[in-house]
């Protein structure tokens, strides 16, 4: 898949000079004539960067386009060398839309991204906190710099209404406050700590999600 529902992926691969033995990069585009846009971009450096950019652009010329985009996220370093070039960075957020991800096994999704919320969890904060959402729960605890999670919740959790508003906490498309006050009053409960803990673990962010990776 391109970088939609209705579009069309190719790939053009960036090797080592001299061989085609080793990768270094590859960018997947939309293979249209309407637009020359990069769906996905993999591989790191400024030769590879600049390999693909060159490939892009060159690709626009053949198309009579006028613009290059990118479907990427905005730390990605595909945008961050773009940005030496002169770029438009944009963010949408439809307003019937939301972050579009699911979460399926709680646990196991926290287990996931534990090492992340351990660099996350602030010192003096509580040493544990559980989750609790409709269809089930799950505790993080932090021991030594290591966060682990175990199914099912041990003493006072911090409620969540549902699997949908634990997935947008994840992404950073709303935040503890947000979810508590600002829009649906009553969707995140729990008591001070936890909450503030909360707005630490799952900051507000530029929620992203690489179009190839959405079915």
Request: glycine content about 12%; some cysteine.
């Amino acid at each position: 898949m391109g970088s939609g529902f209705d579009k069309t992926g190719a790939t053009e691969v960036v090797y080592a000079p001299g061989t085609v033995g080793k990768v270094l990069g590859y960018v997947l585009y939309d293979e249209t004539e309407e637009r020359c846009r990069a769906a996905e971009v993999g591989g790191s450096g400024a030769q590879v960067q600049g390999a693909i950019i060159r490939f892009l652009g060159q690709r626009a010329v053949q198309l009579k386009r006028e613009r290059v985009s990118a479907s990427v996220a905005s730390a990605h370093p595909f945008s961050v060398y773009c940005r030496s070039l002169g770029c438009h960075d944009e963010t949408r957020y439809p307003a019937n839309g939301g972050p579009m991800g699911r979460i399926i096994d709680l646990p196991g999704f926290l287990a996931g991204i534990a090492p992340e919320l351990a660099l996350r969890w602030p010192d003096g904060a509580p040493k544990q906190i559980s989750l609790q959402c409709e269809d089930g729960g799950a505790t993080l605890t932090k021991r030594r710099g290591v966060v682990t999670v175990k199914a099912g919740t041990s003493g006072r959790s911090l409620r969540v209404k549902d699997a949908a508003l634990m997935m947008q906490l994840a992404m950073g498309f709303r935040h503890a406050d947000d979810a508590d006050d600002a829009i649906d009053a009553g969707t995140l409960s729990g008591t001070r700590p936890q909450l503030a803990l909360a707005r630490e673990l799952f900051p507000l962010r530029v929620a992203y999600m690489s179009w190839p990776d959405r079915f």
